[in-house]
């Protein structure tokens, strides 16, 4: 298993905006500049999955495990022998709301994806936690 995490903390939004921006997958081409397209049918809740189609890349099926409003959201996507799993948490601290960015890839070939796919989204967290924030932050 690998794991990798980033956090943040900020006073420019709220739990509740961050969790607006990412309840709202339809809309996440608007402030993701490496998706072309994600879509939801339904409800942004467990059970529930949605098409994404990063620039460049094939389209993956993305199933919602967990879903706690304005707290927390854990998906997965399957690749042939390994699964990745992303763990997003908002938690309001004293301090300002910390954001919680989590990768973990598991499976036999957990290693080919990590280098395919997973290194490349942690490296980019940082910058894209804060589009994140400035997209939120003008709901």
Same mark, same amino acid.
């Given at each position: 298993?690998?794991?990798?995490?980033?956090?943040?903390?900020?006073?420019?939004?709220?739990?509740?905006?961050? !969790?607006?921006?990412?309840?709202?997958?339809?809309? !996440?081409?608007? !402030?993701?500049?490496?998706?072309?397209?994600?879509?939801?049918?339904?409800?942004?809740?467990?059970?529930?999955?949605?098409?994404?189609?990063?620039?460049?890349?094939?389209?993956?099926?993305?199933?919602?495990?967990?879903?706690?409003?304005?707290?927390?959201?854990?998906?997965?996507?399957?690749?042939?022998?390994?699964?990745?799993?992303?763990?997003?948490?908002?938690?309001?601290?004293?301090?300002?709301?910390?954001?919680?960015?989590?990768?973990?890839?598991?499976?036999?070939?957990?290693?080919?994806?990590?280098?395919?796919?997973?290194?490349?989204?942690?490296?980019?967290?940082?910058?894209?936690?804060?589009?994140?924030?400035?997209?939120?932050?003008?709901?």
């Amino acid at each position: 298993m690998w794991t990798r995490s980033y956090s943040i903390v900020t006073k420019e939004v709220t739990k509740e905006q961050m !969790w607006k921006l990412f309840a709202d997958v339809n809309n !996440w081409h608007t !402030w993701d500049e490496g998706i072309e397209f994600a879509q939801l049918e339904g409800r942004f809740e467990k059970g529930n999955h949605f098409t994404l189609k990063p620039k460049g890349g094939p389209k993956l099926k993305v199933e919602l495990l967990e879903t706690h409003v304005n707290k927390s959201f854990l998906d997965v996507t399957t690749f042939p022998l390994a699964r990745m799993y992303d763990n997003h948490t908002f938690e309001e601290t004293p301090d300002g709301l910390k954001i919680t960015n989590t990768i973990t890839v598991k499976g036999l070939l957990s290693f080919v994806w990590i280098k395919l796919v997973a290194q490349n989204i942690v490296n980019a967290l940082p910058a894209d936690i804060k589009k994140q924030i400035e997209a939120a932050s003008k709901r």
